[in-house]
């Protein structure tokens, strides 16, 4: 059995470890109504502008634009979207699972790599090196970075370097659910205007308002599969925690019993060995 005083710094090191983690419980709790609020904000946005573009695309020429247009006969490029910094679970392992999925699919077959987070990055560094055309992390997942990744992304479709573009995020659906997605980017999939819709008069023409609509939706489409993973990172994250701080606490009980036994022990033997010394006196 440990000793007193082995016991005690265990005891010292786990409610160290416990304050820690209570800590960035608190801070990531702070952060994700922040992040849930943008992301929820963004979520109409991105709705409404998929509805335009479905609606311009209709009263467009067929292969007006060549992101509407299937890529050519070339492996598919995936960027995956993965934090840059561990303690939230299982996020990021479930993310690289899915990346893997669809690798290892006809569809991934010799796909790219764009790695959005160090884990992710690292993971595929190690499994994947020669898949890797673009990493990105240690930077804030916020507008510029997301216009950065999807110029790069439209760039290599639209020259024929990609046959199609797809997405690996995490879908935020409460702070104790998130869901890795995978979702198509390029080429666009615009279904037609919806029956009964209005018939809006544009200006310029459809298919010039076409090409700049495409870009931004793709813009928007990188900009809010980053505002749900920075929502889904901190849900994990806090919950990650919370379950740290509460086996700490069990820990903290545990070994504070087993100290108490040890003390107890300790205490009787000290007492037989003064009555044993006192009665070998007394022979």
């Known amino acids: 059995m440990p000793n007193l005083k082995h016991t005690r710094k265990r005891i010292a090191s786990v409610r160290s470890t416990q304050q820690i983690t209570k800590a960035m419980k608190m801070v990531s709790a702070a952060?994700?109504?922040?992040?849930?609020?943008?992301?929820?904000?963004?979520r109409p946005?991105?709705?409404?502008?998929?509805?335009?573009?479905?609606?311009?695309?209709?009263?467009?020429?067929?292969?007006?634009?060549a992101f509407l247009q299937p890529g050519?006969?070339?492996?598919?490029?995936?960027?995956?979207?993965?934090?840059?910094?561990?303690?939230?679970?299982?996020?990021?392992?479930?993310?690289?699972?899915t990346a893997e999925v669809f690798l290892h699919s006809e569809q991934g077959r010799d796909a790219t790599i764009v790695a959005c987070g160090r884990r992710g990055?690292?993971?595929?560094?190690?499994?994947?090196?020669?898949?890797?055309?673009?990493?990105?992390?240690?930077?804030?997942f916020d507008l510029a970075l997301a216009r950065e990744v999807a110029a790069e992304?439209?760039?290599?479709?639209?020259?024929?370097e990609v046959g199609s573009v797809y997405v690996v995020s995490s879908k935020f659906r409460s702070a104790i659910s998130q869901?890795?997605?995978?979702?198509?980017?390029?080429?666009?999939?615009?279904?037609?205007?919806?029956e009964g819709a209005a018939d809006y008069v544009y200006e310029p023409e459809p298919a010039e308002l076409l090409g700049s609509l495409l870009v931004?939706?793709?813009?928007?489409?990188?900009?809010q599969a980053f505002l749900e993973a920075n929502a889904s990172e901190h849900g994990a994250r806090m919950t990650a925690m919370d379950s740290a701080t509460r086996n700490a606490?069990?820990?903290?009980?545990?070994?504070?019993?087993?100290?108490?036994?040890?003390?107890?022990?300790?205490?009787?033997?000290?007492?037989?060995?003064i009555v044993s010394g006192a009665e070998a006196l007394k022979g």
């Open 72 to 97: 050519a006969a070339r492996p598919a490029e995936v960027v995956v979207i993965t934090s840059d910094r561990g303690l939230c679970g299982g996020y990021n392992t479930n993310l690289i699972k």
């Open 153 to 160: 992304a439209s760039r290599r479709f639209r020259d024929g």
């Open 121 to 140: 990055y690292d993971y595929f560094r190690r499994h994947y090196p020669d898949r890797i055309t673009g990493k990105h992390f240690n930077r804030p």
């Open 45 to 65: 946005y991105a709705t409404r502008l998929g509805e335009l573009l479905a609606s311009v695309a209709a009263g467009a020429d067929e292969g007006s634009h």
């Open 179 to 194: 869901s890795p997605v995978l979702q198509p980017l390029l080429p666009v999939e615009s279904a037609g205007a919806t």
């Open 216 to 223: 931004r939706y793709v813009d928007t489409r990188i900009f």
């Open 31 to 42: 952060k994700l109504r922040r992040a849930q609020e943008a992301a929820e904000r963004a």
């Open 249 to 273: 606490s069990d820990m903290i009980g545990r070994l504070t019993l087993q100290m108490n036994r040890a003390r107890q022990a300790t205490i009787t033997t000290e007492l037989m060995e």
